[in-house]
Each structure stands twice: as structure tokens, then as C-alpha cells.
């Protein structure tokens, strides 16, 4: 709750602030930038004691991430959902929620696009595409919105139905895909759907020629449009304003008017929204289909990505960038210069770390004085 | 600025240097890549033994290697590009996960070799179609199916040590075929060596969940089983722990599981993962790699038995050594198809 709580009320692309440099700094990005330097500089102590070159191994992370078009291409097919996920936890927090249940919602989102998808293969593009489209927001919407009707009405805590929305969604697709109504033979080895129709496939982005192998889907679009509509609907709508209002303070946003179960409601269906748009877009834009394993560990991911964030439009593109290329660069870590792709998950866990121990963060901030005009 | 300056000559510096420290790694000799399932190369399985592979092959002939780990099914694809990208040599995928991405990779990259353990390539609708530069690795599960099968219808007919009821058993996960060739060459063994042992089979259906291979196990053992035979990965497990608290013996499968359960385990039929990716690395080298099937045996050490216990008399242990020497001479070929179903 601090986090969300302790956040400016106002987003970074929000009017200009008034306010020294140095403040805008320490409110602003200093928190995270440090945070990921500490993680790293941590990191490397692990890569010393485990006997290798932590310049060595942080260069190869960088070249895995972005050495080659392709490896460009790869980390934006991961950040793409990881945005997306993003986002719908950042928008719970800013309403004061904390939605745990971006990888169920995400997983909804791609059993009812898979679904859609697979149902109508013979529908054209124009009208495929859109409803599969809708099919994954409408159904992670709807995924996240029961959390939220549970905290409005019966006071059930969000974290704790949301945790276990994510369980249930897991065995229930288990369950659809291996011997219920979605389940399809296929060459993966793994219980799966069968293929979505040509329709309804978000096309590759970049030609074959250009990038042998490229798996940079149009998806990347729809996440860069979600993140205008995040921005637009936070900060320049009243829904938004409400919302930022209930979560600086319920009880002050019901004085003002606003009743703050409704807007649980609406706030969980709309994250849940934008984690079913994650999950459709795996679906139309990567493996045309849904299977049992899919996609693990975005939604959880996805809380990472929202802190280190904070919980803002940029911020959470960034850092959603920022945990892609620890994924994509990982593996070429270990395959290149032979350090267990599992130092980025330290990392990772590291940059949580530090964030959640934003004082002392904000202690090391405050003692260098200005940082920012230390650097000038 | 000033400050800014240094700062970017630093990092310029690192850059340069870490970058000369990857060039490096780039020589003349082979470059072998390995891309593990989701099992991770730990998993003590298939993955690991595949890594030990890759390592020995490393040692003998200063080939470089690398790995990549895939923690997600849908890392298959852009891992197995990551080799070929770099024009490694040949790029080895585990396991039958990985037959639809091998596919897709080799096809995108004619000139990279691939191989797949326990596979072979299968387009998008999961119909397999070999390619002239995808190797796949099969097995001859039922010779090691007919090895540990030897030594449990020795126990049976002896009735040696807790075997008292004559009767042996066996789990598979999910009835697919390096599954059922297991099992065919264990019950082939035993119809052979004592035709009067009752033989029962079973599947949890299911690699992962232990809950529901003990469940079988506990149900065999309730039939007077007192042998068991898992064939059943992670699930298998479970098979193996029922016997375990029955107090009746198991026998393991593709690593050697002694160390499951000592005293437990009197042998495990062994599926050398870690030779097959051995010697297609020596093909190579050699200029001798065969696209297409390839099948890793007794003949040429893919296949073989585990670590004995103790329990296991002497008589049992010439039995499996006297059908090794004659699988391999091919007076014996062990049946592939299952005859006890149920």
C-alpha cells in the first residue's frame, strides 16, 4: 500500500511540475536507477564468487539483449506481454488494489481469444481479428472483475482471490486442453488447442529477409496503444482522476462523492483487461494457439515490472524493456559466456529487493545531495 | 560534465574490453550447442545426461560447447535459433518437446546441422518429416526393457528376498512409443525367463504428478506385485516410493536411480542420453553425421542396466549379462510392442 500510496499524484506526463530538479529526481526516476544498479553491482559480487568475469558476463547479457536485429526482435516479443501485464497491475495499484492475478487473467484472456480464434477459422481478418481481439479483453475483464466484485461487496481481500484465480485458471485450462472441449492433437507434446484461423493472426512486422526468423508481431502496436490509453485514462479522464482518488485515499474519495466499491469493480475489470490483451496477443501473434504451459510467469513478473515502474506509463514501459532483456540477454549469457541464465533471476529478484527497501534507496539519494546536479 | 565525460569514457572502456573478452570465445574448432526442455539441467534425467554428454565430447575433442537452458516451452524456438544464428556446427535439442521447433529452425537454417533426442522433426500439424539436416536420436528402449526384465523374472522365479508372490509389474506415464518399447522388452524378458511369472501393467497417465503413480504402485502391490518397473519419469517417482513404504523392490528408468531409494531400487534400465549426444557430436567431426533416424542400442553402448543392489543374487546378474552378449550379437531381439496391456 505505501508504494502505491507514496507515488506522486501526478505522472510523470502530467503538467510540468514546479519543483526543483533534484526533487523531480528523487520522486522520480532516481529510485528505480538505483535500484537496478545495486542489483547489478550485487550481481557481479555472485558472479565473482562463482569464479567468473562479471564485465564479461554483464556484456554478454547486453549483447544477448541487443547484439543482433533478431536479439532485438526477441526482447520486444517478451516485453510486448510483459508491458501489457504490467499495466494492469499498475492500475490497480494506482487505485490502492494490488492485483496478483495478472498471469490468470492473462491466461482467460488467451483461452477465450484461443477459443474465438479457433472457432471461426474461416471468418476474414477484418472481422476475426476483432473479435479475438475483444474475446481476450472481454475475458480477462471479466476474470479480474469477480476479485474486484468479491472485495466491493463481501470485503474479500484482492490479493488473496487473486492469488487463487490464478490456480484455478491453471487447472481449468489443464483440464480444457487435455481432455475437455478445447483439447486438439497436435506436435507439441503438451495438451493443446487447435490452430486460430488465418484471421486471426497478428502478422510479423518485420520480413524474413530483413530478420531470418523474426517473431516481432503487429502485437507490439496494440502495446504501445494500450499504454497511450493508460496514460489518457488516468490522467486526462474523470474516470481516471476518481480512480487515482480512491487510491490516494478511499475514505477521502467518498467524501468527495466517489463511491470507491463501484470503482474496485470497474478498476479490476479494467486490469484484468489489459492482461487478457497479453494473453490474446501470445495467442494471435506468437503460437496461434493456446496449450498447457503457456506463457508462464509474465503475471508475476509483471508486479516486478509495475514497481520498478512506478506504477507510470514510461516507467512501466522501460522496465518491462529492461526485464525482456535480462530474459532474452540471460540466455545468451549462459550460452555465450557460460554463466547460469539463472544470475538474471537473482538480479531480478535483487531490483525487488532494493525497491521494497526504498528508504534506504532514498537514504543513499539524499546523502549524495543533487545527483542531478552532479552530474551536470 | 566533466563527470559525464569520465563516466562515458568508463564505460567505453569496459565495453571495448569486455567485448575483445567475447571475440575470444570465437576459434576455428567445431561449436556444438545444446538446448534443454523445460526440465532444466538439473532434472538428474534426460537434460543432465544430455549436459554430461555434451561436456565429455567437449574433453575428448576440443569442440566448444555452450548451453542454453529453456525455461519456458515457448523458448524452444528463438533457442534453438540463437545457435544457428551463430553458425554453430551442430545444435542438439532434448527430448520430443522440441520436435515441432526443430523443425522450424532446421528448415530456416539448411546449413546448420540439428539433432533431436528421442524425435524426429514434425511440421505444424504434427506429421514428421525428416530433414537432410536433423538427426534424430531414437532409442531401443525394449533391449533395455528386456535387460532389468531379466533380472526381475530371475527375483521372481527364485523368489529372492521380499519377491515371494512370483509376480512383477510395470508403469508407464502415457502410452506413447519409447514408453510401450520399454515395457514390451520387460515383459518379453520375463515371458521368456519364467513363463509362469504373472505379469501386470499399468499407466498413470500422467509424467509429473507422483500422487498418481503411487496410486498405481500401491494398487499393483495390493495384486501381489512385488517388483515394479516405472517407466514414468517424475510420475514414476511415485510408483517407486509405493513400493518403498510396501517394503517390495522397483526398478528405475533412463538415469540410473539407485539413489531414489537404496535398497529400494535394485536396478534401472539406462537410456544413455549422454552417449547418443556424444557421438553425434564424433559424427561431426568425423564428417560421418547421418541425418534422418539414428538408433542408440546395446550395440553401441546407448542402452544398458544400472548400479545392482545388493539383493540381486549372482545368477540374475549373468542372466542380464548373458542377454546383453546376446542382444548384441542379435540372438535375442527384444519385442517392441506391449503384450500385457493391462
Known amino acids: 500500500m505505501t508504494l502505491a500510496s507514496s507515488a506522486p499524484p501526478t505522472g510523470p506526463l502530467a503538467a510540468p511540475s514546479v519543483r526543483q530538479p533534484s526533487a523531480q529526481w528523487a520522486q522520480g526516476p532516481a529510485v528505480p536507477v538505483i535500484s537496478v544498479l545495486v542489483a547489478l553491482f550485487i550481481g557481479a559480487i555472485f558472479v565473482l564468487i562463482s569464479g567468473h568475469n562479471p564485465i564479461r558476463a554483464y556484456a554478454a547479457l547486453i549483447l544477448g539483449a541487443f547484439g543482433s536485429p533478431y536479439d532485438i526482435s526477441e526482447t520486444l516479443v517478451i516485453a510486448v506481454p510483459l508491458t501489457l501485464a504490467g499495466l494492469s497491475v499498475a492500475v490497480a495499484f494506482r487505485t490502492g488494489l494490488f492485483n496478483i492475478g495478472a498471469q490468470g487473467q492473462l491466461l482467460v484472456g488467451a483461452l477465450a481469444a484461443g477459443w474465438t480464434g479457433s472457432q471461426f477459422p474461416d471468418l476474414p481478418g477484418i472481422l476475426l481479428l476483432p473479435m479475438t481481439l475483444v474475446s481476450g479483453v472481454l475475458g480477462g475483464a471479466a476474470y479480474g472483475a469477480i476479485a474486484g466484485w468479491l472485495k466491493a461487496t463481501r470485503g474479500v481481500n484482492e490479493v488473496i482471490t487473486t492469488i487463487m484465480q490464478n490456480y484455478i485458471v491453471v487447472f481449468v485450462m489443464h483440464w480444457l486442453l487435455q481432455d475437455g472441449p478445447m483439447s486438439a492433437p497436435n506436435a507439441l507434446g503438451t495438451p493443446a488447442s487447435s490452430p486460430i484461423g488465418a484471421g486471426a493472426i497478428l502478422p510479423i512486422i518485420i520480413p524474413n529477409e530483413l530478420v531470418p526468423l523474426s517473431r516481432l508481431h503487429a502485437g507490439i502496436v496494440l502495446a504501445v496503444l494500450a499504454v497511450v490509453l493508460f496514460w489518457f485514462l488516468l490522467w486526462r479522464t474523470s474516470l481516471g482522476y476518481e480512480l487515482r482518488a480512491v487510491g490516494l485515499g478511499a475514505r477521502a474519495a467518498a467524501q468527495a462523492g466517489i463511491d470507491p466499491r463501484r470503482r474496485m469493480i470497474l478498476v479490476m475489470a479494467i486490469a484484468g483487461g489489459f492482461a487478457g490483451l497479453a494473453g490474446m496477443i501470445q495467442v494471435s501473434g506468437l503460437f496461434h494457439r493456446v496449450f498447457d504451459g503457456f506463457s508462464s510467469g509474465f503475471g508475476f513478473d509483471a508486479i516486478a515490472v509495475a514497481l520498478l515502474g512506478k506504477n507510470s506509463p514510461i516507467g512501466i514501459t522501460l522496465a518491462a524493456i529492461l526485464f525482456a532483456a535480462f530474459a532474452r540477454g540471460g540466455t545468451l549469457m549462459q550460452a555465450n559466456a557460460s554463466i547460469s541464465s539463472h544470475l538474471v533471476e537473482v538480479i531480478e529478484a535483487l531490483v525487488l529487493f532494493v525497491i521494497a527497501a526504498e528508504t534506504i534507496v532514498r537514504a543513499i539519494a539524499g546523502r549524495r545531495g543533487t545527483p542531478a546536479e552532479a552530474l551536470a | ?342
Open chain 2, 1 to 342: 560534465m566533466k563527470r559525464l565525460l569520465v563516466l562515458a569514457f568508463i564505460f567505453s572502456i569496459l565495453f571495448t574490453t569486455s567485448c575483445d573478452a567475447l571475440s575470444g570465445l570465437t576459434g576455428s574448432s567445431l561449436k556444438i550447442g545444446l538446448v534443454t526442455d523445460v526440465g532444466g539441467l538439473n532434472d538428474k534425467s534426460f537434460n543432465a545426461l544430455a549436459n554430461t554428454g555434451r561436456l565429455d565430447a567437449a574433453k575428448d575433442f576440443g569442440v566448444q560447447t555452450s548451453v542454453i537452458e529453456s525455461k519456458k516451452q515457448e523458448d524452444y524456438v528463438p533457442n534453438l535459433t540463437t545457435f544457428a544464428q551463430q553458425n554453430y556446427d551442430l545444435v542438439i535439442g532434448v527430448g520430443f518437446l522440441m520436435t515441432n521447433s526443430v523443425w522450424k529452425v532446421a528448415k530456416q537454417f539448411p546449413n546448420v546441422k540439428f539433432a533431436i533426442i528421442d524425435g524426429a522433426p514434425a511440421d505444424d500439424a504434427g506429421k514428421t518429416e525428416n530433414l537432410p539436416n536433423v538427426a534424430n536420436l531414437f532409442f531401443k528402449e525394449q533391449e533395455a526393457g528386456y535387460l532389468v526384465g531379466v533380472i526381475a523374472a530371475t527375483m521372481a522365479k527364485d523368489k529372492v528376498g521380499k519377491a515371494t508372490h512370483n509376480t512383477v509389474c510395470s508403469m508407464g506415464g502415457i502410452p506413447i512409443p519409447p514408453v510401450d518399447h520399454y515395457i514390451a522388452g520387460y515383459q518379453d524378458a520375463v515371458k521368456t525367463v519364467s513363463p509362469s511369472t504373472t505379469i501386470l501393467n499399468g499407466y498413470s497417465n500422467d509424467f509429473v504428478d507422483q500422487a498418481k503413480g503411487k496410486e498405481v504402485g500401491l494398487n499393483h502391490i495390493s495384486k501381489n506385485c512385488d517388483i515394479l518397473f516405472q517407466v514414468a519419469g517424475g510420475s514414476g517417482l511415485g510408483y517407486i516410493a509405493a513400493a518403498k513404504d510396501k517394503g517390495v523392490y522397483a526398478i528405475g528408468v533412463d538415469a540410473d536411480q539407485a539413489d531414489v531409494a537404496p535398497g529400494v531400487v535394485i536396478t534401472s534400465a539406462l537410456k544413455r542420453v549422454n552417449k547418443a549426444v556424444y557421438n553425434t557430436v564424433k559424427s561431426v567431426k568425423d564428417k560421418a553425421y547421418k541425418s534422418g533416424d539414428n538408433f542408440f542400442s546395446i550395440a553401441n553402448d546407448g542402452i544398458g542396466y544400472g548400479k545392482l543392489d545388493p539383493i540381486v543374487p549372482a545368477n540374475a546378474k549373468a542372466a542380464a549379462e548373458q542377454a546383453l552378449t546376446d542382444i548384441k550379437s542379435g540372438k535375442i531381439v527384444p519385442k517392441d510392442t506391449v503384450q500385457v496391456k493391462g
